[in-house]
């Protein structure tokens, strides 16, 4: 057989080889623009010539701060095209984070879209590689900055060659992308995609029993580009030739759930605290969302109840699926095989509320106290997981060794596997709650907690005790004009919990705290739970 490389480019190429007229649905600050991918092919052919005029090597970092649309796309495409590293900023993190990412990834060009450029002014003098910062615009003109060599986008790549060809002599095995995780003490951790992972993953996301990205989908990506590429979605979409449907700046669940009903998006994929809100929207006001033939849901566990709500008020099938920064994302899907189709509705919930099977092409192995853990839903251990778009390590950073040993990566998170390889997370190693010397897993806790009708979100922590070392406390946010004590909602999970794993108490929040990424912050929510208890 031949052996021909997998590179990002080629991807593009086949969007405009055979896709020419699919189009990019993309929502900037000026408005929605719709883009063919004949026409992005050529704009990124042009992005990647202003790139090599700019000196951007082999190897280089190019940074971006952005939201979703089709600059971006452009991008993610651009940059690997002359064999530099498309590296995605997310915009929320602190200042902090922000100056020690770029400084040490040495981006060498920001690409910045305009609502973000006042943080990058904020920081600039602290910068210590960047050379250019391009501003991703509608308006031809830019912000007033005291910064030097600031250009316009639209202005930038209208100087660039659209006939310009992608690398083919690049080595499979390159940087092309990266992005970095949060740690929960220090400094993020970066990790680095080769053009090999990428293509892989991609590939892997387009399988029928994976998410089954195809050319007849319209998919929007609400998960941010800058969290591991929207889960990769991009990549696969275009490679696919799938219309793309990008949400843009600050959206909200009104305007996701509009632009699901006008432009009769097919695949939607974000974290479970964005569909949470657009249930609440969609409770509230009206909007045709049965074009959906999955909710792609994955960054924390979905909980059964949010499941049951969009197939069974909606009629939109629900796709969980999990992974991290550090896999590309795609590592499991849960979906019912053939056989279990005539289980009754609640255990098919229950097995679908789970994080599902390996997708193929990975290897995992579940490490216990005692070795590795026992495929019988019980025995609980570390998911470790080895493959093609898996990382090895983490960019220049002595943490490596510990996350990465013996050829595995430790995922940090505990799980369970029951008979049929289906994995179920019970819990990060470190958010499991450690009561008088046995687990407590916090995930089925809230789970089961979100499950009752007034309970809109809900998150589990432990709090020190002096006899049984932890114990758990429910933090509970109620709907608008709901109403629930904590007895009723101990009430609640009383039939399907152990004595012993009932929260000591209930507290009941207006907002639960969450990272950047839209996931529960456990730690700041343990602050807030000590700071009560305290006073
Ligand atoms: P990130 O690298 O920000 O994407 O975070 C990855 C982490 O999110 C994983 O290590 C898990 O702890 C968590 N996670 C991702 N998907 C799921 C899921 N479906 N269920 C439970 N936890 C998840």
Known sequence: MMKGSLLIPQMLERAEQFFPKKEVVSRTGGGVQRITYKEIGARTRQLADMLTKAGVQEGDKVGTLAWNHHRHLELYFGVPGIGAVVHTIN???????????????????????????????????????????????DEQALPETKIENVFSYEDWIAEGDASTSFRKDLDETAPAGMCFTSATTGNPKGVEYTHRSTVLHSMSLALADSAAVSESDSIMPVVPMFHVNAWGIPYAAVWM???????????????????????KVTVAAGVPTIWLALLKELEQNKQDVSSLRAVLCGGSAAPAGMIRTFEETYGVPFLHAYGMTETSPLATVSRLKSYQQDLST?????????QGILVPGLEMRVVGEHGEAAWNDEEMGELQLRGPWIADQYYKDERSEEAFSDGWLHTGDV???????????????????KSGGEWISSVDLENALMAHPAVFEAS??????????????ACVVLHDGAEADKEAVLDHLRPDFA??????????????????????LKRALRDQVEAIYNR
């Open 91 to 137: 915009i929320r993190l602190s200042a902090e984070h922000i100056i020690f990412i770029i400084n040490h990834a040495e981006d060498k060009l920001l690409f910045v879209d305009d609502d973000v450029f006042p943080l990058v002014e904020q920081v600039f003098d602290q910068l210590t590689t960047v050379e250019k910062v391009i501003v991703m615009t």
């Open 241 to 263: 030739g799938a219309e793309q449907v990008m949400p843009g700046p600050r959206f909200t669940p009104e305007l996701l759930a509009g632009m699901i009903a006008s432009e």
């Open 346 to 354: 609640e255990e098919k919930l229950d097995i679908r509320a789970r």
């Open 415 to 433: 799980c369970t596997v029951d008979e049929e390889g289906v994995i179920k997370i019970v819990d990060r190693t470190k958010d499991l709650i």
């Open 460 to 473: 589990v922590v432990a709090v020190p005790d002096p006899e049984w070392q932890e114990r758990p406390v």
């Open 499 to 520: 004595k012993w794993w009932l929260p000591d108490d209930v507290l009941f929040f207006e907002e639960i705290p969450k990272t950047s990424v839209g996931k529960f």
